[in-house]
T-cell receptor, first 112, second 112 residues
Framework: DTGVSQDPRHKITKRGQNVTFRCDPI?????LYWYRQTLGQGPEFLTY????????KSRLLSDRFSAERPKGSFSTLEIQRTEQGDSAMYLC??????????FGPGTRLTVT | QKEVEQDPGPLSVPEGAIVSLNCTYS??????FMWYRQYSRKGPELLMY????GNKEDGRFTAQVDKSSKYISLFIRDSQPSDSATYLC????????????FGTGTQLKVEL
């Protein structure tokens, strides 16, 4: 039984570049979530998918951010024209029922 | 004012002590409550999930919910150095809400 996996685990990029992260949920989990966590804070919700449909987006998800889940399995989160304020841990979670959410190890983004 | 308040600590206790971690919340629509453990630079790990007032026990962990006071607690018995981590409370709305709202996390250190 494998958990949620995320790739890459760490990404360093220069300001203005685009980055893309991938999340593979627990198999058979049809719900997938993206959160962002900065140092000393709890995770903050970004967006939610049920199967391939993106059903909820936070106001934190500016127009530079886009997320997809094309076949209802893995998901990608892209950040265009990165800014230093985007530096954070990006966490993916999945759930079967929508109640208990299981998190991956996260992708740590550093924008220089 | 944040919807979920949690003392960031750090909290330092001797090995074998009983640890009490707490969160308060302001939104009475929160009906589902979780506790996560997060080791440094790792993703949050689900420890406890409950939706009713009262106590729920799992091994050395007890989750307590008091909806009338909008107060939740996590107790850790016989604490071990391996329990040293950040503990995050999280809550979810009833009525189909999907996102988790987290506290800031309490940093716990269990010393030998």
């Amino acid at each position: 039984d494998t958990g949620v996996s995320q790739d890459p685990r760490h990404k360093i990029t220069k300001r203005g570049q685009n980055v893309t992260f991938r999340c593979d949920p627990i198999s058979e989990h049809n719900r997938l979530y993206w959160y962002r966590q900065t140092l000393g804070q709890g995770p903050e919700f970004l967006t939610y998918f049920q199967n391939e449909a993106q059903l909820e987006k936070s106001r934190l998800l500016s127009d530079r951010f886009s997320a997809e889940r094309p076949k209802g399995s893995f998901s990608t989160l892209e950040i265009q024209r990165t800014e230093q304020g985007d530096s954070a841990m990006y966490l993916c979670a999945s759930s079967l029922t929508g109640d208990e959410q299981y998190f991956g190890p996260g992708t740590r983004l550093t924008v220089t | 004012q944040k919807e979920v308040e949690q003392d960031p600590g750090p909290l330092s206790v001797p090995e074998g002590a009983i640890v009490s971690l707490n969160c308060t919340y302001s939104n009475s629509a929160f009906q589902y409550f979780m506790w996560y453990r997060q080791y440094s630079r790792k993703g949050p790990e689900l420890l406890m999930y409950t939706y009713s007032s009262g106590n729920k026990e799992d091994g050395r962990f007890t989750a307590q919910v008091d909806k009338s006071s909008k107060y939740i607690s996590l107790f850790i018995r016989d604490s071990q150095p391996s329990d040293s981590a950040t503990y995050l409370c999280a809550m979810k709305l009833t009525g189909g809400g999907n996102k988790l709202t987290f506290g800031t996390g309490t940093q716990l250190k269990v010393e030998l």
